[in-house]
């Protein structure tokens, strides 16, 4: 059922190429369904996988002289991190209703991209991962260059370079895999199982961990996800801060610390307690986290606030993972989903909402407009996105970053308080951002286009009650994930149970 | 030699040449009084339905090919019959753009000269001897240069045919001079006899002297740094159709020879002798044109030139592909894959850049500004083409180089080959930004012109056919591989 909703969005994508330029009603509703339905296969699949390990959804001889197949399958990881595809789809194209200009190709754009990601986070043969993860590559530079806002060619560019860099380096690792184990078989749990040499799993897994976690918006490769999130259309933002992000740090988990586990042994000495590949990247994750939030306290453009801010959270998703213990990697992944929908919600409410309404992003501005009494909706909206950003319980963040948080304390203690130190600056700069734009009580300025605000449309109240809502029922019921995420955890850490 | 087995291996040229009779007899005799729209379309009927019979006898050649005594002259057969296939279907492809052009009067003489000129292809693709090699060369290079000089209305058109020509006078001078040196050195002209002559030996100066003319000479032919330097102003000078057959027909077929040399060089020994001063003399050509080709690209106004050194980066990922030859027919599969591929797409995004040059006169980057609202079809085509000469999946560019590097690493997984893999993926990471400069004025950017751009139905329906294809044979590459694969058996 799962693999649906890649050849969904991919035939929804072509179809919206093809339809006629002025019928953006027709596209917008189509688009709509497209989503929809991917979602609930999603959800349908989320269901039915319950209690299952690894399903086989297709396996096809792709390239039978080379041992390629198109093998898609699914485990828990793989079904949470497609439900959060499917919702942050909807809500995306919920929050592009808006979109006038070549209305067509925007959702062609976005279905493609929707599609890749999905087929990212169901392929177990590394050579199809790897083929959807570029696919996506290409959709996201249209939609910022074309649609986007600040400096969106520049961002664009950079948002794609530094992505097919990422890729460069991963294409690097599948091939010198594909070689040195026999050129048999690109299948993960093939390749899993090939015990490739630790030397040269020490050599690759630097290179393919930093190739995806360029994507992840790991410091110091983070420097595309600011500008590329900002100068985005806001479904775009939804998209990179919500999945495609993601797709980094499950590139990392999947792959990188999936086949070269030996890559993450000590090296046999230690420079200044960093002692193996998996202390740098800790390191990084830590530094990520501090860094990204010290920064988005200093933003003066609401947008850049939540763009770092992404880069903080995601730190907590690498930590996570290199904590290599079963609650870190479970709250890494339960920390993607979560960051997936939050980020989601806060770049509607400060790219659509709000941009939509007073063009302008810039917080000295915004406070002088008094949007908490103006625009109660965007402000309450955007207290629950805080809250739950910040970490507060009740919602999802609180559980995703606990567990990283506990994880990191069982691998090394000063991980946890460096990281926890992220958290109270996150307190912080939303505090601010909350405070600057909506609860401000500074004297009210007139502007000249301001006289009433447009009221909240359809569209987007229901895409903050989704996005709100899973948030919370899952900081509420946090078992309904962790339920499938722990045993699929639990088999990738042990090790070849891909 | 007996005639019936000349007859035999030579038959496509032969139809070929009688095809290129045929459109000179139907243009200057039949049609004369005709007018210029009629005639094209006639003398590229002829012309097509010349390749299509010259590829319906390539099934007559048989495999084993042509010789004296003990001396093999021409091959046939095996990979040497794809590479045959592939200039005959590429060459059908590039005098189907013709139609609709108008930078010339003389309609058959143009299909003509490029039957000819296909025909120096088809000789090239199968020679195994010193002697057929520079004939076959001489044939193809010849034609080239007429082509380049075709549109006799245009300065560039004269002066890239000058440039390539005299480039190309003296690369074949150096070539013929290394053959000398070879013969001298080893008493024979055939392939096989002078790889096995001076097998097992430490290389000596002389045959590295040799060697290094040979290079330059077919260095020249597929433009590999640092024999380059004709490739951007023909690119850039010559009318569109023809630029396309010298990227695409020529390219097939001097990389065919290329793998006939290196087919020869891995059945001996494979190291000392022979192989090892020429994979040394690739292996340098090969970085050179990687890193100059993609590097050069980037600082490019002329959508045509970025083509041609997009054409040389991509030439130096094949002649990778040629370093670390395998002795099973895995490497030369897959850089006829490539090559193969390579050139379609090629011919293609020469033709979308030919129909926006016809309607804005220019083929810099901002001609092609807002494209897609002046011609969606065209925009799309050149979307997918130049996206698969970047190398994103799942168009064949991506299959084409996972293919070849994979078939470098099976040779040797070394820290040395994978290290220039890894060159080589950086480096197409950095051609992405080229391309995408002309995908952004194309999609991008709003039009400084907005009236539509119309192309003839013929070159339309060609370029779709090609895209069409470049996005099918991406997502199923086991159809192009598994026929190439068919040849090796």
């Known amino acids: ?138 959709p996201k530079y249209f939609l910022i260059a074309i649609w986007g806002s600040t400096r969106r060619e520049y961002a664009a560019m950079k948002l794609a370079l530094y992505s097919f860099v990422g890729s460069a380096m991963v294409l690097i690792g599948l091939l010198a895999s594909y070689a040195v184990s026999g050129g048999h078989s690109t299948g993960l749990v093939a390749l899993g199982h090939a015990h490739l040499p630790v030397g040269f799993q020490m050599a690759m897994f630097p290179l393919v961990f930093t190739g995806f976690a360029i994507l992840a918006g790991m410091w110091p490769f983070h420097t595309w996800a600011p500008t590329g999130h900002v100068a985005a259309p806001t479904a775009a933002s939804m998209l990179l801060a919500g999945v495609v992000m993601k797709l980094g740090a499950y590139g990392c988990l999947r792959v990188a610390i999936s086949l070269f586990p030996h890559g993450l042994d000590p090296w046999g000495f230690s420079f200044i307690g960093i002692g193996s590949w998996r202390d740098v990247f800790a390191v990084l994750a830590v530094v990520g986290i501090v860094y990204g939030a010290l920064v988005a306290l200093a933003q003066s453009d609401f947008k850049f606030v939540i763009g770092y801010s992404s880069v903080s959270h995601m730190g907590f998703v690498m930590l996570g993972l290199v904590t290599l213990n079963q609650i870190g990697v479970t709250g890494a992944v339960m920390q993607m989903f979560s960051h997936g929908v939050i980020a989601g919600l806060l770049f509607a409410i400060v790219g659509r909402i709000v941009y939509e309404r007073t063009h302008t992003r810039q917080l000295g501005e915004l406070e002088t407009m008094h949007l908490g009494k103006r625009l109660p909706f965007a402000a309450w909206a955007f207290v629950i996105a805080g809250m739950a950003s910040m970490g507060l319980p009740g919602f999802s963040g609180f559980v995703a970053e606990l567990q990283v948080l506990v994880g990191a304390w069982i691998a090394k203690p000063w991980w946890t308080i460096a ?39 359809w569209p987007e109240v229901t895409g903050v009650a989704l996005l709100a809502g899973v948030s919370l029922f899952v900081g509420l019921y946090p078992r309904i994930l962790l339920d499938t995420i722990e045993p699929a955890v639990k088999a990738l850490l042990a090790g070849g149970g891909q | 030699m007996n005639y019936a087995d000349l007859f035999r291996v030579t038959l496509p040229e032969t ?53 004296t005594g003990t001396l093999n002259l021409l091959a046939s057969g095996g990979l040497v019959q794809v590479a045959q296939s592939a200039v005959l279907v590429l060459t059908a492809l590039t005098l189907l753009l013709l139609v609709g052009s108008t930078f010339t009067r003389h309609a058959g003489e143009y299909v003509a000269v490029v039957l000819m000129a296909a025909a120096g292809g088809l000789i090239v693709a199968a020679a195994q001897d010193l002697l057929v090699i520079f004939t076959g060369l001489e044939l193809l290079s010849l034609g080239l240069y007429v082509l380049t000089a075709f549109a006799k209305g245009s300065g560039r058109s004269a002066e890239a045919a000058m440039k390539y020509y005299l480039f190309g006078g003296v690369s074949a001078a150096f070539l013929l001079f290394g053959f000398s040196y070879l013969y001298g050195l080893t008493g024979s002209t055939n392939l096989q006899q002078i790889v096995t002559a001076v097998d097992g030996s430490p290389a000596s100066p002389l045959l590295y002297v040799a060697l290094v003319m040979v290079a330059a000479g077919l260095g020249f032919k597929v433009a590999a740094v640092p024999f380059h330097l004709w490739a951007p102003d023909a690119y850039e000078g010559a009318p569109a159709p023809a630029a396309a057959f010298i990227a695409s027909v020529s390219k097939v077929a001097s990389f065919a020879l290329l793998i006939s040399v290196g087919t020869a060089a891995v059945h001996v020994t494979g190291q000392a002798g022979f192989a090892s001063p020429w994979s040394l003399i690739l292996l340098v050509s090969a970085v050179a044109s990687m890193i100059l080709g993609n590097l050069a690209a980037l600082a490019q106004v002329n959508v045509r030139r970025l083509l041609a050194y997009s054409a040389i980066a991509h030439a130096g990922y094949m002649i990778l592909g040629l370093v670390y030859f395998s002795r099973t027919p895995a490497s030369a599969a897959a850089i006829l894959y490539y090559v193969l591929t390579y050139g379609l797409t090629t011919i293609g995004a020469f033709g979308a850049v030919a129909v926006v040059e016809q309607a804005t006169g220019s083929s810099n980057l901002d001609a092609f500004l807002g494209l897609h609202r002046r011609n969606p079809l065209l925009a799309s085509v050149l979307l997918i083409l130049f996206l698969s000469l970047a190398g994103i999946p799942p168009l064949v560019g991506f299959w084409a180089k996972f293919n070849l590097f994979a078939a470098v690493l099976s040779v040797n997984s070394g820290a040395l080959p994978l290290g220039l893999v890894a060159l080589a993926i950086a480096m197409s990471a950095v051609s992405l930004y080229y391309y995408l400069q002309v995908l952004k004025r194309a999609w991008v950017l709003p039009p400084v012109d907005s009236t539509p751009i119309q192309a003839h139905p013929v070159v339309l329906a060609v370029l779709v056919v090609i895209a069409l294809a470049v996005v099918i044979l991406g997502c199923f590459p086991a159809i192009l591989g598994g026929w190439i694969g068919g040849f090796v058996q």
């Open chain 1, 1 to 138: 059922m799962l693999a649906y909703t890649i050849y969904l969005s991919f035939a929804g994508a072509l179809l919206m190429a093809l339809l006629p330029k002025d019928k953006p009603a027709l596209a917008r509703w189509l688009a709509l369904g497209v989503a929809v339905s991917g979602l609930a296969l999603a959800v349908g699949g989320f269901v039915d996988g319950m209690g299952q390990g690894r399903v086989v959804l297709v396996d096809l001889a792709w390239v039978p002289s080379m041992g390629i197949h198109f093998l898609l399958a699914a485990d828990g990881i793989s079904r949470v991190l497609v439900l959060l595809t499917g919702l942050a789809a909807v809500a995306g194209v919920l929050f592009s209703w808006n979109i006038e200009l070549r209305t067509n190709q925007f959702f062609a754009f976005f279905l493609a991209l929707i599609g890749g990601v999905y087929g990212v986070f169901l392929s177990f043969d590394l050579f199809l991962l790897f083929v959807f993860y570029e696919i996506a590559i290409v």
């Open chain 1, 419 to 457: 990281a926890g130190l992220g958290i109270v600056i996150g307190v912080a700069y939303t505090w601010r951002a909350l405070q600057k734009a909506f609860f401000s009580d500074a004297p009210p300025v007139l502007h000249a286009h301001e006289e009433g605000f447009a009221a909240m449309t």
């Open chain 2, 15 to 67: 139809a070929l040449e009688v095809a290129a009779l045929l459109v000179l007899l139907v243009d200057l005799g039949l049609l004369r009084k005709a007018a210029l729209k009629t005639r094209l379309a006639a003398s590229v009927l002829v012309g097509v339905m010349g390749c299509g019979v010259a590829f319906w006898t390539l099934g007559f050649q048989g495999s084993g090919g042509l010789s």
